[in-house]
């Protein structure tokens, strides 16, 4: 992302001993320009922050809507965790970070509520949310069924979706391109899962499409080549209308790790 405009306030605890950052940021700018959020009239009742230490700087990224306040401090919080702003190991309060964001403690915890059921957050009790710390094995294991669950759908397709359909696809790939090049981790992952989406939509199941963009929720992209992932992607899209079978057998192979594919 070019340029960081922050939202003000003071934010939350970090336990004792959390390490400062996170090992694997990526490095380069991560977060766009932000827009003045207006202030979302306060909520909840009975909570302070005031003696609460200054934390990281959390963005929202677009206009905060009183309809959609959640889903914005959601993707806020999305962002802030691919960048590293929130690091692993550390917590955050609801209340703190509701400051940061110009809203009540109560979208803030719904949202924290959200990660924790994806994975990317746990719940400590009477301090707030410590962000999930994944291991190298855990990841392993993510990219493994990602590929179980992606990997058979997409060599099924590669047979029998005419080639012209593909090429629909084209603006999608191009923009993880665009993002991987400018460095924009959250701007990736959002084209990224877009683009997956896209692909596995034409299976025309919606519930296959769900449980995998579930999945790719939970990936790290902290150390990933992107500018690599994302070619990966403008390649599989020329095997695919050029219907040359193994081209896409040997590109999923490399883009999903070494899982057997069969066409």
Sequence with gaps: MTGVEQVGGRAAHASPGSPGSPAGRAAGPVAQSVPTVPTVPEQSRGEHTHSEPPAPRVALRGTVERSSVRGQVLDGLRAALLSGELAPGEVYSAPALGERFGVSATPVREAMQQLAREGAVEVVPNRGFRVTARTARELSELAEVRALVEV?????????????????????????????????????????????????????????????????RRVVWAGVDLVGDAAQHVALLDALESHDLAAVSLTLAAHYGPHPTTI
Excluded at 190 to 210: I, K, P, T
């Design 152 to 216: 058979p759908v997409v060599s099924r397709l590669a047979r029998t979706v005419a080639p012209a359909r593909w090429s629909g696809l084209r603006p999608a790939a191009l923009e993880t391109l665009a993002a991987a090049r400018a460095g924009d981790i959250a701007r990736y992952a959002d084209a990224d899962r877009a683009f997956h989406r896209a692909v596995l939509g034409l299976s025309g199941n919606e519930q296959l499409v769900r449980v995998a963009d579930d999945l790719r």
